[in-house]
């Protein structure tokens, strides 16, 4: 592809208007935000109106008269729309990790008797140690097998299987469909972690019959870093599943401060403490723009720009040393692209350097996100030629960019 086709690209792009949404640096290629997505413009005005007004001058009247209280089943509602969802089966609220805990520790609840917690080997660090600590405190057993073994592993011990549905590294998406299917057949739960997945590929809880999900509200959503997170329990169970984390804002009525927990019979029991109201209002604004969007021209154009990265990556530098590890088949993948390099982490600060972001992950891979809202195809164009300049003269191989951060 020459420069020009990728110019025709973006002339006949029904997303480039959003490109203006967002408030990033000059000449620079962000192809990092499914780690962290740059500030949309609304976003920033909304923070500084919820400062400066609502809590500046209305202060704690806000509760009720700037709807704070109810930022965390609003906003939840709102993603709804995004992965598949009714409005009353999504809450916003804590961080994946907690929303993690609570509803495993919920989903073992659900299925006394069973007490095997189903994952796969190189899942997301956090959530294989979030499980493990579970495991150990309630008496269960978190099981993690490889991939291709995991489908034969759901027994009648599984209680849950837990997956990241578009793997953080490799970006391999699960079939939801059919893992659900083969958990429901065994009489196991199914909870998905859809980090890598809301706001980038069309995602449809209840079309695959799904019973629980979490998600991050910082990476395609662009809430701004630790956004509040999400979680999402299918109606079916909201009136059984029992979180541990038994905090007032689950309370049936948390203003009538009871000295004893009754939980309410819905979506609200998932809540705990009082809701973070900075980063919900960010992160609605944030959901807003991206509900303007139709998630299938999301995930079609940024399948269309991965597949332009590969092929170029592919024909430029060839026997430079880069492997790909991402599936090559859009149906199998989420919307980042992974290669491997010997040199991985010194060929991402090069890049870094010449204004081309993408990151890193332990031992090799070199990890770069195609956030359609805000990328065109030229920039991907330029991306990848800038890598094939990288790595044609050697600049990488320098002491600056050999020398590890704690953070990349």
Not at 242 to 263: C, I, V
């Amino acid at each position: 592809m020459t420069r020009d086709d990728a110019r025709r690209l973006d002339a006949d792009d029904p997303l480039a208007r959003f490109r203006a949404a967002f408030d990033l640096p000059e000449g620079m290629i962000y192809l990092d935000g499914n780690s962290l997505g740059p500030p949309p413009r609304a976003a920033l005005a909304r923070l500084q109106e919820t400062a400066a007004r609502e809590w500046g001058h209305d202060l704690i009247t806000s509760w009720n008269v700037n709807g704070w209280i109810d930022a965390p089943l609003r906003v939840g509602g709102k993603i709804a729309g995004l992965v598949g969802a009714k409005p009353n089966e999504v809450a916003a609220a804590d961080s994946t990790s907690v929303n993690l805990f609570k509803l495993a520790a919920g989903a073992l609840g659900l299925r006394p008797g069973r007490r095997v917690i189903l994952s796969e080997t190189g899942n997301f660090p956090t959530d294989l140690y979030v499980l493990e600590g579970l495991a150990r405190t309630a008496g269960a057993e978190l099981r993690a097998v490889p991939p291709d073994a995991l489908l034969d592993a759901v027994d009648g011990d599984t209680a849950v299987v837990v997956l990241t549905h578009v793997h953080y590294k490799s970006a391999r998406r699960w079939d939801m469909a059919q893992v659900t299917a083969r958990a429901h057949q065994a009489g196991a739960l199914m909870l998905w972690d859809l980090s890598h997945s809301t706001g980038a590929v069309a995602v449809d809880l209840n079309g695959a019959n799904a019973d629980l999900a979490v998600g991050c509200g910082y990476k395609y959503l662009n809430g701004g870093p630790g956004a509040p997170a999400f979680l999402f329990v299918a109606e079916r169970h909201q009136a059984q599943i029992r979180s541990p984390l038994s905090g007032w804002m689950g309370h049936a009525e948390p203003f009538a401060f009871e000295d004893g927990y009754r939980p309410a019979g819905d979506i609200r029991a998932q809540l705990c403490g009082t809701p973070g109201v900075l980063g919900l209002a960010a992160l609605e604004a944030a959901v807003d723009l991206q509900r303007e969007a139709d998630p299938a021209a999301v995930e079609a154009k940024g399948q269309a720009l991965c597949d332009l990265f590969i092929g170029e990556v592919e024909g430029r530098c060839s026997g430079m040393g880069v492997r790909l590890v991402t599936p090559r088949q859009a149906a199998e993948r989420g919307l980042h692209v992974s290669f491997t390099h010997p040199h991985g982490y010194a060929v991402i600060q090069a890049l870094i350097a010449r204004g081309v972001v993408g990151d890193f992950r332990s031992p090799d891979v070199i990890r770069f996100g195609f956030s359609p809202l805000y990328l065109s195809h030229e920039a991907v164009w330029r991306a990848a030629e800038i890598l094939h300049e990288v790595l044609a003269t050697g600049a990488w191989d320098r002491p600056e960019h050999h020398a590890r951060a704690a953070v990349t």
